[in-house]
């Protein structure tokens, strides 16, 4: 598995780029970083994301900027075209609940050895205001991908990793 550096190699040069420049843009609420640096339990998380997809580049952007104030949060990431090879993952359990997943982005909370699907395609608060609003999905779908919803995107992320135990 990679860790997020190895993330950005996983597709070309200008889907890189992309995914820095939303990560170098985000910034997170200071409550926020509060709560992210004060988790004192351990979480181990597994993301599948592909830098040239757009619904990943803004998940990943928020969900690594908040894995960097804590050391206590440990990311790795999986190319969805790596699913079918046993090195990248911990094991069998693992590789076949993100093969399951099959969207990207994907997040995965490893715990006690098992491996819980937290977070599939779009978040919570967006697949309900599609659900809600259908004849909306495509303008709620490019809203996310050009950065409207940060801000829920970033509370989503936070519920999800402050609810570590």
């Not at 440990?74 to 993952?89: A, G, H, L």
């Not at 699907?117 to 608060?125: A, I």
Request: hydrophobic letters at 40%; aromatic letters at 10%.
């Amino acid at each position: 598995m990679a860790h997020f550096y190895e993330y950005l190699e996983f597709n070309s040069d200008e889907d890189r780029e992309n995914q820095l420049e939303v990560y170098v843009d985000v910034k997170l609420e200071d409550e926020t970083e509060e709560k992210i640096k004060a988790l004192a339990v351990q979480g181990d998380w597994l993301v599948m994301a592909e830098p040239y997809c757009p619904d990943c580049v803004e998940i990943v952007a928020y969900f690594q900027r908040m894995a960097k104030l804590n050391p206590n949060i440990n990311v790795k990431y999986v190319s969805r075209k790596d699913n079918n090879e046993r090195k990248y993952f911990d094991s069998d359990e693992q590789q076949q609940a993100v093969i399951s997943a099959q969207k990207i982005p994907s997040i995965f909370d490893i715990r006690n050895g098992k491996t819980e699907l937290v977070l599939c395609e779009f978040p919570q608060f967006l697949k309900a205001k599609m659900e809600e609003n259908p004849e909306q999905f495509d303008e709620l779908r490019a809203d996310f991908r050009m950065g409207k919803f940060g801000k829920a995107v970033e509370a989503e992320l936070l519920n999800i990793l402050t609810s570590v135990k």
